[in-house]
Antibody
Framework: VTLRESGPALLKPTQTLTLTCTFSGFSLNTSDMRVTWIRQPPGKALEWVALIDWEDDKYYNTSLKTRLSISKDTSKNQVVLTLTNLNPVDTATYFC???????????????WGQGTLVTVSS | DIQMTQSPASLSASVGDRVTITCRASQSISRHLNWYQQTPGKAPKLLIYATSTLQSGVPSRFSGFGSGTDFTLTISGLEPEDFATYYCQQSYSTLLSFGGGTKVEIK
């Protein structure tokens, strides 16, 4: 299983961020599979951003949801995250990751991409 | 949304020490609690899921305990490679959330 994030490194305030997660080793058509985005501002803690699952159900961080969109293209094994109206506090390393369950009801993130640093600055 | 609070924010310890990190949820999350380890410049690594189940390949010196709102991660006998930042994460709600992290530093 591998995941890789791609997208712009530098954006200006009010612009829109589009990140692509390209993955291999699993399919988002398979039951129980999910891809999630997590971000980490420099020197700060992890913050969950969004999640999409095999049934195309989508979940968003409450504080960001008015600016967020997540989608999948299962034919390309890609998940796309869009964050609109950027401001400098959105500067962070953005990770995409796979989430699954242990076959029961317990879910966890077991594979992560290397992350991509996105800087928002005028 | 479920808030996760970790303590302490940082601690200093020596190789061989036993350390315990605490994570508290703002509401009951049963046993839906995971722990991750992150070293500088790297992606987090899953250590423990479902409160106490070690991910494959994780050394047995790591252990987790708890249920409801209170959880702990214990490292019994710190090794040099254990100096890192540790995060708890709840998966009880599909709106996931992480704790603020605990940095384990060398004394």
């Amino acid at each position: 299983v591998t995941l890789r994030e791609s997208g712009p490194a530098l954006l200006k305030p009010t612009q829109t961020l589009t990140l692509t997660c390209t993955f291999s080793g699993f399919s988002l058509n398979t039951s129980d599979m999910r891809v999630t985005w997590i971000r980490q501002p420099p020197g700060k803690a992890l913050e969950w951003v969004a999640l999409i699952d095999w049934e195309d159900d989508k979940y968003y961080n409450t504080s960001l949801k008015t600016r967020l969109s997540i989608s999948k293209d299962t034919s390309k094994n890609q998940v796309v995250l869009t964050l609109t109206n950027l401001n400098p506090v959105d500067t962070a390393t953005y990770f995409c990751a796979r989430m699954r369950s242990n076959g029961a009801s317990f879910t966890f993130v077991d594979y992560w991409g290397q992350g991509t640093l996105v800087t928002v600055s005028s | 949304d479920i808030q996760m609070t970790q303590s302490p924010a940082s601690l200093s310890a020596s190789v061989g020490d036993r350390v315990t990190i605490t994570c508290r949820a703002s509401q009951s999350i049963s046993r839906h609690l995971n722990w991750y380890q992150q070293t500088p410049g790297k992606a987090p690594k899953l250590l423990i899921y479902a409160t106490s189940t070690l991910q494959s390949g994780v050394p047995s010196r790591f252990s987790g305990f708890g249920s409801g709102t209170d959880f702990t991660l214990t490292i019994s006998g710190l090794e040099p490679e254990d100096f890192a930042t540790y995060y708890c994460q709840q998966s009880y709600s599909t709106l996931l959330s992480f704790g603020g992290g605990t940095k384990v530093e060398i004394k």
